[in-house]
């Protein structure tokens, strides 16, 4: 028997071949195909790896900013403090001179607060309104203590009614002047105390 010219002994030998052939090719796709997922595999292992150290280099560059601002702070707080600690001391050196009886033995240059007072009014701000605007307030007394002081060492000492009335009014204002410092002082430390409570580990 026959088929296609071919007799059945050699149907049957090449179907064996083409089922041969099929195993084989089913088993070079399927090579071939974990061959390319093993590949996406590890490219996606890498992109992971890639944005693991993209973030971990990220939150390290984040910390650092923390870090950095908070010790710039740190540092702003330190420099109010001291201005302000400053700025009572020589107040209270101008008190004591504008008490004299007599007249006040006044130096060359008239200076009744810190040179950078100002900027640490600005710094203040940051931290507490309440503290820059004490300090503020002690800025303009301070300054109006200065004008009058000025008009006192112009004068003429042998003529009392020249400077009384100025040293007065130095005195006045050094004294509203100290006030307001001391009540920055106050919140300024209250504010740090509270700092202090809300860092400490619970």
């Given at each position: 028997m026959?088929?296609?010219?071919?007799t059945?002994?050699?149907?049957?030998?090449?179907?064996?071949?083409?089922?041969?052939?099929?195993?084989?090719?089913?088993?070079?796709l399927?090579?071939?195909?974990?061959w390319?997922?093993?590949?996406?595999?590890?490219?996606?292992?890498?992109?992971?790896?890639?944005?693991?150290?993209?973030?971990?280099?990220?939150?390290?560059?984040?910390d650092?900013?923390?870090?950095?601002?908070?010790?710039?702070?740190q540092?702003?707080?330190?420099?109010?403090?001291?201005?302000?600690?400053?700025?009572?001391?020589?107040?209270?050196?101008?008190?004591?001179?504008?008490?004299?009886?007599?007249?006040?033995?006044l130096?060359?240059?008239?200076?009744?607060?810190p040179?950078?007072?100002?900027?640490?009014?600005a710094?203040a701000?940051?931290?507490?309104?309440?503290?820059?605007?004490?300090?503020?307030?002690?800025?303009?007394?301070?300054?109006e203590?200065?004008?009058?002081?000025?008009?006192?060492?112009?004068?003429?000492?042998?003529?009392p009614?020249?400077?009384?009335?100025?040293?007065?009014?130095?005195?006045?204002?050094?004294?509203v002047?100290?006030?307001?410092l001391?009540?920055?002082?106050?919140?300024?430390?209250?504010?740090?105390?509270?700092?202090?409570?809300?860092?400490?580990?619970?």
């Amino acid at each position: 028997m026959t088929v296609f010219g071919l007799t059945v002994n050699e149907v049957m030998a090449y179907a064996a071949i083409a089922n041969v052939v099929s195993v084989l090719l089913l088993a070079f796709l399927t090579t071939y195909y974990a061959w390319h997922a093993k590949r996406q595999a590890d490219a996606s292992h890498q992109e992971v790896a890639a944005s693991k150290r993209q973030a971990d280099i990220a939150q390290q560059t984040l910390d650092f900013l923390l870090r950095q601002t908070e010790q710039q702070r740190q540092i702003d707080l330190s420099a109010v403090s001291f201005n302000l600690e400053a700025a009572i001391h020589m107040v209270d050196q101008w008190q004591t001179r504008m008490r004299s009886d007599s007249y006040p033995q006044l130096p060359d240059v008239i200076e009744l607060r810190p040179t950078n007072f100002s900027s640490s009014i600005a710094n203040a701000e940051k931290f507490d309104s309440i503290v820059a605007g004490y300090m503020g307030a002690a800025l303009l007394y301070i300054s109006e203590a200065e004008t009058s002081i000025r008009v006192v060492r112009g004068a003429n000492p042998a003529l009392p009614q020249s400077w009384l009335a100025p040293r007065e009014k130095a005195a006045n204002a050094l004294g509203v002047a100290r006030f307001k410092l001391d009540s920055a002082r106050t919140h300024l430390r209250a504010f740090i105390e509270d700092e202090q409570h809300r860092t400490l580990p619970r």
